[in-house]
């Protein structure tokens, strides 16, 4: 019957056998999945293996240090962070489009993953060593059954999708996780000894923050959102919703400002809106009931120690009609 150190062992010995000496790349999202998938390989081919990771300047607080850290320091993966924010906030400026966001983000991903592999290829080819042949991919086995799905399956993908590599460039895919559901690749990811922050992760999108601010999506306006977020976060966790709540976006409403007071002083803030959703699957999903007392104690905190922001809404939203994230 199932257990995880028996995927572990099959899987390695079936990585091991379809990449024999050559040299492997895999791209790590912050996610579940992509973490997963790089520490089995790993596990199956050591240094054959360099996992990249785009920082892309909208993801949540302390996400790149865990990777850098921990994830790095407990799974021994070699790991190449790009360090891409400037470019993507370039990009992204003036822009307020919800598809035109996740547009230029999905290029700009690409073309940073694609800088370093061509890097790493020509370093290959340069020192005479193995060649890379191959790019790791975290496909679960719902992906391959209805392959589509959500809108976030489809994005998850065109992200790290072998489509949107360069021709000039022969990847064969690694999937060691083809055969999993969800559950079973934390079990795996545990046994592999992946930070736990990361494998009980909620599910986060691709475009990151960017697709949570609504409006142009400015450094400052992340760094806003950015610790809005964390004390959210850091409550629901403390208050032991986790695990009832399948994911909860913190929305800045950017473009809007209402007028508030504080001290002897008026304010005139944004809102910060709370999305906290119960659901199975993502297709549809209902607004959690957080008990009032969790709701208040993140209000006072994020109007009390987030500047800017001076008011805390909750989204009591069903999908239909609403999605789960704002834009
Ligand atoms: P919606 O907002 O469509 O979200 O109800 C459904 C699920 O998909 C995630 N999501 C995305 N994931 N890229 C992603 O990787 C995206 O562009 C994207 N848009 C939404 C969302 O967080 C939820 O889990």
Avoid at 130 to 148: A, I, N, W
Avoid at 206 to 231: C, F, H, K
Wanted: proline share 5%; glycine share 10%.
């Amino acid at each position: 019957d199932w257990n995880s150190e028996n995927v572990i062992e099959t899987q390695v010995a079936r990585i091991r056998e379809q990449v024999g000496s050559a040299r492997v790349i895999s791209a790590l999202s912050g996610g579940v999945d992509s973490a997963v998938s790089t520490a089995l390989v790993h596990r199956a081919v050591g240094d054959q293996l360099t996992a990249v990771f785009v920082d892309h300047g909208l993801l949540r607080k302390g996400e790149r240090e865990q990777v850098e850290r921990d994830y790095v320091e407990s799974t021994g993966v070699r790991l190449i962070t790009v360090d891409a924010a400037g470019t993507f906030l370039r990009h992204l400026e003036g822009v307020t489009d919800p598809e035109q966001k996740r547009k230029i983000i999905g290029r700009e991903f690409i073309r940073a993953f694609e800088k370093v592999q061509r890097d790493l290829v020509a370093e290959a080819a340069a020192s005479g060593g193995e060649p890379v042949k191959f790019l790791v991919q975290g496909t679960l086995y719902p992906d391959v059954v209805e392959s589509g799905g959500g809108t976030g399956t489809a994005n998850i993908k065109s992200h790290h999708n072998v489509g949107g590599l360069p021709e000039d460039l022969d990847f064969e895919l690694v999937e060691p996780l083809r055969t999993l559901f969800k559950d079973e690749v934390r079990a795996v990811g545990r046994e592999l000894g992946v930070p736990e922050a990361i494998v009980s992760r909620q599910p986060f999108p691709g475009p990151g923050l960017g697709i949570r601010i609504v409006g142009e999506v400015t450094r400052e306006r992340l760094e806003i959102l950015r610790e809005a977020d964390a004390i959210a976060r850091a409550e629901l966790t403390a208050a032991g919703l986790d695990g009832e709540i399948w994911q909860c976006p913190v929305v800045l409403l950017a473009d809007v400002r209402s007028v508030g007071v504080q001290g002897d002083g008026r304010t005139y803030g944004h809102p910060i809106v709370l999305r906290p959703v119960s659901s199975e699957d993502a297709m549809t999903a209902d607004w959690t009931r957080v008990p009032f007392e969790v709701l208040a104690r993140i209000s006072n905190r994020i109007t009390n120690e987030v500047r800017e922001v001076n008011r805390v809404v909750l989204d009591v939203t069903s999908k239909p009609p609403g999605t789960i994230e704002w834009e």
